[in-house]
């Protein structure tokens, strides 16, 4: 290849790389919006449900379709037409947020109440169906490894994990 060609080629290969790095970093951009929308729909669908949720755990069991909001991961749930989740960086924020923390505890703690009452281990469809199974034990995997679980969490997480351990 003669020089001024292959330069032209050179430089070419050198945009080419340049566009493929704003398209990565664009992508990083819009992957961090997505995770703050899918944050804050989760703290709104916690705020707007959490009552709903308290109550039907009170009468021994879930009936709805709020695992999501109750058991949140990395990722969102099939059905969860909010798409919520977590992300490690947002995580923390969960446990910190002033309008839903405290209930969220609350629920959590009484669905270990409701299995542990039940006695069933692994746990059967009754306290939470078959299907959310699986979502509970990615729960557990994801705040038992994560760095900055609060002491309470934790604690949530071992009494959880004999029910969900074999899923």
């Known amino acids: ?98 309008s839903t923390a405290m209930d969220w505890q609350k629920c959590l703690e009484k669905i270990c109440d409701l299995l542990e009452a039940r006695g069933q281990r692994p746990a059967d469809g009754y306290v939470l169906p078959l299907a959310d199974h699986g979502r509970v034990y990615r729960f557990v995997e994801f705040w038992a490894s994560y760095a900055q679980t609060p002491d309470w969490l934790l604690q949530v997480c071992e009494r959880l994990k004999p029910f969900f351990a074999s899923r």
């Not at 430089?11 to 995770?35: F, V």
């Not at 703050?36 to 709805?64: N, Y």
Request: proline share 3%.
């Open 1 to 98: 290849m003669d020089p001024p060609r292959q330069a032209r080629a050179s430089s070419l290969g050198a945009s080419e790389r340049r566009n493929e790095a704003t398209k990565r970093k664009s992508k990083t951009q819009l992957e961090r919006l997505d995770d703050k929308r899918a944050f804050v729909a989760l703290i709104d669908c916690q705020e707007r449900h959490m009552a709903t949720i308290l109550t039907e755990l009170d009468q021994g069991a879930k009936e709805s379709h709020w695992v999501w909001y109750i058991f949140p991961t990395e990722k969102a749930g099939a059905c969860d037409e909010a798409e919520t989740r977590i992300t490690e960086e947002n995580a923390i924020e969960l446990c910190r947020n002033e």
